[in-house]
């Protein structure tokens, strides 16, 4: 029997999802789930088939609704991948077929997943990225071994120029990281993120030990810092945000060799380095250097009214050209209305 399930209102959520072997698998807990709901008003629709064992097949949904872009499925807003959890294709096809079924029946536009193409085949992907996961389960020495020349020469110029990287949890240093994820999304063209959500993270994930910052300061001056969170053996590194004109000292290659090597120590097995666009050559030349798993990350956009897969048309640009030249202020105001359609 499938059921449709919020995970926020089941207290042991997390212990019933199977042995998690997908990348990214903090994107199936509860807390993730508490902080979209309660930041972007979305409605939790876990479609889940369950055994004496816990979870046996798992697809998780959110539903958006909103009057600027529609009413929508989605698998899951704003997380890097989400794969659909099932033992077989016919337990897959079953509750994939539910979620359709749901969908036309409560006015769906489509259905977005993100991830799967074990169940997908050739079904025509909506957009693609790259993941990027690293072993950690043969300690440090593994580790160092397989880091790329360069990278090793950036995290010495790190320490020659006297960076100094904290790890801790605390308000201060997520202002410090808002302050900087401001600056960072409007040199990308973007608007940040609500600052409700940021508390959300704090008081679901960082407050309780699922999560921490890495600061990185250089002369007592926050450079850098990045956002992790944690779940199970796995370590995500999921934002990360750094002042451009300090570059040169090599402080983001410092904050992720020192969250390595963390998490070596507290026993972690491996750090997901999330999803990169195609284009953003530059990110994946850093996220290949700490010798990782690269893969592809698929995602899937299931049209109800045309019955069929779709595929994304490139846009013009031309929000990021404006957004680059706003005010942070004004870039704040915007990523607090949009964020919640954007989904």
Excluded at 211 to 226: D, E, K, L, P, Y
Aim: glycine content about 8%; aromatic content about 12%.
């Amino acid at each position: 029997m499938i059921e449709i399930l919020n995970p926020s209102e089941i207290g042991n959520w997390n212990d019933l999802l199977p042995s998690v072997a997908t990348p990214c698998s903090f994107f199936l807990c509860s807390e993730w789930a508490r902080i979209l709901q309660e930041t972007y008003r979305y409605k939790p629709l876990y479609f889940t088939i369950r055994d004496e064992n816990g979870i046996r097949a798992l697809l998780p949904v959110m539903e958006v609704d909103s009057w600027l872009t529609g009413k929508r499925g989605v698998a899951l807003p704003f997380s890097d991948i989400s794969e659909p959890l099932a033992p077989d294709r016919t337990s897959f096809e079953d509750i994939y077929q539910h979620v359709l079924n749901y969908g036309r029946t409560h006015g769906w536009r489509y259905l977005e997943l993100r991830g799967g193409e074990d169940f997908f085949g050739d079904c025509q992907e909506w957009e693609h990225y790259w993941g990027h996961t690293l072993d950690l389960s043969g300690g440090i020495d593994n580790a160092t071994r397989r880091l790329r020349e360069s990278t090793r020469r950036n995290i010495s110029k790190a320490e020659k120029e006297g960076i100094v990287v904290r790890i801790i949890a605390d308000t201060d240093a997520m202002q410090a990281f808002v302050h900087l994820n401001d600056i960072t999304r409007r040199d990308h063209g973007l608007p940040p993120q609500p600052r409700a959500f940021f508390r959300n993270v704090q008081k679901y994930l960082l407050e309780k030990g699922r999560g921490f910052i890495a600061v990185a300061s250089w002369r007592s001056r926050i450079v850098a810092a990045n956002v992790y969170f944690l779940f199970g053996d796995q370590v995500l590194y999921k934002y990360g945000a750094s002042d451009r004109r300090f570059q040169r000292l090599r402080a983001n290659n410092a904050i992720m060799w020192h969250a390595i090597k963390w998490s070596c120590e507290n026993g972690y097995n491996n750090l997901c380095l999330g999803r990169t666009e195609p284009q953003n050559l530059g990110l994946r030349q850093f996220k290949t250097g700490w010798g990782g798993q690269e893969k592809p990350i698929r995602y899937y956009r299931y049209d109800l009214s045309r019955d069929a897969f779709i595929k994304k048309t490139p846009g013009s640009g031309f929000s990021k050209r404006i957004f680059e030249h706003l005010p942070i202020p004004v870039l704040n105001a915007a990523g607090k209305i949009l964020y919640r359609h954007m989904g």
